[in-house]
């Protein structure tokens, strides 16, 4: 495209060189070139291909619903040509027009037909090209037997009925979600009214006063932690210093030496527990124990006279006592 619009301008720059021409003769040749120009231009985007010698058929339709100029001509999904125009024509007023431009290197049996059909997910129109076997050909200006794929605007109305029907859905659950929500909101309006007075109450009793108060005591704290960091400094030295020691001390050896003791210890309660030594009589035979009660009753008896009768155990005298007292 690019150089169809360059090419013409030089040209015309080496003309108007060469020739010594008046300024008006130049303005109009540089008009006439621009002229050129913008129809080469607005005929490719349009994707029409003057200079390249395509041989133009007609077909007609029933309706095209949608098929644009320029829109492909393709033979098994390979693009040969393009539509180039559409339109009504009074020899065929029941019909649409479409005029399509195919490469001339490809031949059309006179047994071919041209199918409308949808191109793409976009519902895109363009016209297939379905070659026949005869072996006589179409002339330019031929126009070419066509039809329209089965189901195509079938399925386009389809298309928009499922559309249709799913925004009718979508706005009866939009419609019943309103109302059950409704429903919920005048139900609890009461209890609503409570949170958002709670919430108020709450807002008011935030006040910049006890912001104020807050902030200041976290200040506080801070302040603390700070004064007393040497503090939490010598802390940490401490248990530093536990742990160290704990790490260096012989745990393993005490733990051995206090397994080894209760080891003895269950050994002494298992042969007290079975009778045998010294301690397991006192602890196991029961005449023993009634001794030992007697005796306990006899000591109780003999404080008791004691407290009684001291002179009858203790002898105090100065003088000695006669030999007379001592044989009593």
Known sequence: MVSLLVAPLSAFRKITTIMKLSREVKIGLFAIVMIVCLYLGVNYLKGREIFSGDRFYSALFDQTNGLQTSAPVLLRGVKVGSVTDIYLDSEHPDKVVVKVGIKKNVDIPSDSHLVLFANGLMGDKAIELVLGSSGSYFERGTIIPSQIASGLFESASTSIEDLVAEAKAVMHSLESTSTTLGNVLDRNADAFTGIIDNVESL????SDSRIDAMLGDMKSFTAMLRDNSDRF???MGNLDRVSGSLAEADLRGTVDSLGA?????????????EGDGTAARLIGDPALYDSLTVATGNLAMLLEDLRANPKRYVHFSLFGRSERRQRQ
């Open 203 to 206: 807002t008011g009793q935030l």
């Open 233 to 235: 400094a010598s802390i």
């Open 261 to 273: 003791s209760i080891a003895h210890l269950n050994r002494v309660l298992a042969s007290v527990s």
